[in-house]
């Protein structure tokens, strides 16, 4: 199996999440290892969820919004 | 109109301007500019005698300038208030003021006794009134400022400066009895009654040179106009130039068919390519006829122009004052075309009318009376209902740094003192749940509600348990 890299998604709800959700409901396929948190705006981001993420072993982390 | 102002529940400010607006949904503090208006409106009786003996003559703008008022007047003979005015951009007394220091003319106010000749009979004139500011708290406001119509001197191939070329709300008060004619249909240049007349639609509406939309109401009044002037004078020949007959709505349709029965010709082509003044005084228009699918020339007496329908002057700077949102043609923007139809992105506020877009007069009433009624339901109840997720700052950790006031999109907080301290403060009805304040905060003072770090930091965790 080839290797996949664990993403956590932070994804603002009006847009990002709204796109997510949408994607499933299209049957959109993404890869299990993309987790999506979900935050009222991008604004609300703090550094330091991003850091986090990093050291618990997420390969990448995206922000949308 | 009159029937506002006798209204128990209604207070009409006339003659006045909003200037400013603290506060928010339901605690609003509007400041409004009451114009000078130089007459004691609490004795002036409208009788317009003030306007007789005026010596001043200026265009008249509710006549579109094609008659002249006084320096003191009444705006129209329907006007509410039935109250007099004084123009002090023109009014000899102010001008002269103005200019040398010196008093004079002020014959509105005295008269002029060597001809046995009195001033307002009420003693109304006031010379030094001032512009006042009143301010009052409300819990909504509504935002219907109508429209303007649109300029002819956009369009030069029009021959807009020849004076038998009209806007159609010129031709309206031509014929309105209270118009520069008193009703009589003639034309400006030399006084005849026209034989023939053309109406062009769409000048300035549909185009990608200048306004993209439809102004919707030009095909119906160009209709009203044709029936008016057939029912008055059969003998007239009319020819209305659309790009294509636009009669949506109730009994609309069958009001066209009736114009046609009546003989205005209707000619559908496309844009009229040009009006020319000929030698001999009448118009060419030069046009296609997509039912003779040939290009034609007719020569008339009189042009009528549907110049579309623009956004107020104000537009803007009540978008401004309001933190209200606008279209990209200028309108006032409404928070979803179906579902929010008269809601803006001020809470609070509400929009009605053309200030929103384009629309005739049952479209207006509707879209007031449902403004009224979401403005009316938002207040009655004495309090309002807001999300949960908000911001709330927690005074013992707040260092008073004051970050979050300026990122704060909405303007929700604000630094206030508390024990001689500085320490912000979330104006709940004002926050709209982003957050931004609560991850800035470098002391951590300010709790998200439903976000929080602690709750936000344990789904990264549950997420990344396994790796």
């Known amino acids: 199996m080839s290797w996949e890299p664990k993403i956590v998604v932070i994804a603002c709800n009006w847009c990002t999440y709204a796109a997510a959700d949408l994607a499933g409901s299209l049957r959109y396929k993404y890869p299990p290892t993309a987790c999506v948190v979900r935050v009222p705006c991008s604004g609300r981001v703090e550094p330091e969820f991003i850091v986090e993420a990093l050291v618990k072993g997420a390969d990448a982390v995206l922000v949308g919004g | 109109m009159g029937e506002v102002a006798q209204h128990p529940n209604i207070e009409l400010i006339t003659y006045a301007e909003v200037e400013d607006v603290k506060g928010y949904v339901g605690n609003f503090e509007v400041t409004i500019r009451k114009k000078a208006t130089y007459v004691d409106w609490e004795k002036c009786t409208g009788c317009g005698h003030c306007m007789e003996i005026c010596p001043t003559k200026v265009p008249d703008e509710f006549n579109c300038g094609l008659s002249n008022r006084k320096a003191i007047y009444i705006q129209f003979p329907q006007a509410v208030p039935k109250k007099a005015v004084i123009d002090p951009e023109h009014c000899l007394y102010h001008k002269t003021l103005r200019k040398t220091g010196k008093k004079v003319c002020q014959i509105c106010s005295k008269g002029i006794p060597a001809k046995g000749i009195e001033g307002c009979p009420a003693g109304a004139i006031n010379y030094d009134d001032e512009d006042k500011f009143i301010k009052i708290k409300v819990g909504s406001v509504i935002l219907a400022t109508g429209f303007k119509v649109m300029d002819k001197k956009h369009f030069p191939e029009y021959s807009p400066e020849h004076p038998d070329v009209l806007t159609s709300m010129e031709f309206e008060r031509l014929l309105s009895a209270t118009g520069p004619t008193e009703g009589k249909l003639k034309r400006l240049s030399n006084g005849e009654k026209p034989k023939k007349i053309a109406f062009i639609s769409c000048v300035g509406s549909r185009s990608e040179k200048h306004h993209t939309y439809c102004s919707k109401v030009c095909c119906m009044y160009m209709l009203k106009h044709a029936r008016i002037l057939k029912e008055k004078y059969?003998?007239?020949?009319?020819?209305?130039?659309?790009?294509?007959?636009?009669?949506?709505?109730?009994?609309?349709?069958?009001?066209?068919?009736?114009?046609?029965?009546?003989?205005?010709?209707?000619?559908?082509?496309?844009?009229?390519?040009?009006?020319?003044?000929?030698?001999?005084?009448?118009?060419?228009?030069?046009?296609?006829?997509?039912?003779?699918?040939?290009?034609?020339?007719?020569?008339?007496?009189?042009?009528?122009?549907?110049?579309?329908?623009?956004?107020?002057?104000?537009?803007?700077?009540?978008?401004?004052?309001?933190?209200?949102?606008?279209?990209?043609?200028?309108?006032?923007?409404?928070?979803?075309?179906?579902?929010?139809?008269?809601?803006?992105?001020?809470?609070?506020?509400?929009?009605?009318?053309?200030a929103q877009g384009p629309k005739d007069i049952p479209d207006s009433v509707a879209q007031a009376r449902a403004a009224a009624s979401a403005a009316a339901a938002l207040v009655i109840p004495g309090q309002i209902r807001f999300e949960a997720i908000t911001a709330e700052v927690d005074p013992e950790k707040c260092s008073s740094c004051g970050i979050c006031v300026n990122l704060c999109p909405y303007n929700a907080i604000v630094l206030e003192e508390v024990n001689g301290q500085y320490k912000a403060k979330v104006e709940a009805a004002l926050c709209a749940g982003c957050g931004t304040c609560a991850a800035a905060c470098p002391s951590r003072a300010i709790t998200f509600h439903g976000f929080t770090t602690e709750q936000v930091l344990a789904q990264i965790e549950a997420i990344t348990a396994d790796l």
């Not at chain 2, 114009?259 to 009006?275: C, F």
């Not at chain 2, 401004?320 to 200028?330: D, H, N, P, Q």
């Open chain 2, 234 to 354: 059969p003998d007239i020949d009319l020819y209305l130039f659309f790009i294509d007959v636009r009669t949506v709505g109730k009994d609309f349709e069958e009001f066209y068919v009736y114009t046609k029965q009546l003989g205005a010709k209707i000619i559908r082509g496309g844009r009229v390519a040009g009006v020319e003044p000929t030698p001999d005084g009448s118009l060419r228009i030069k046009a296609y006829d997509n039912d003779l699918c040939s290009p034609i020339e007719v020569n008339v007496d009189m042009v009528v122009l549907a110049t579309a329908i623009e956004p107020g002057p104000d537009t803007e700077k009540l978008s401004k004052i309001f933190s209200v949102s606008i279209g990209k043609e200028g309108f006032f923007k409404e928070v979803h075309t179906k579902l929010y139809p008269v809601e803006t992105s001020a809470k609070g506020v509400f929009i009605a009318g053309c």
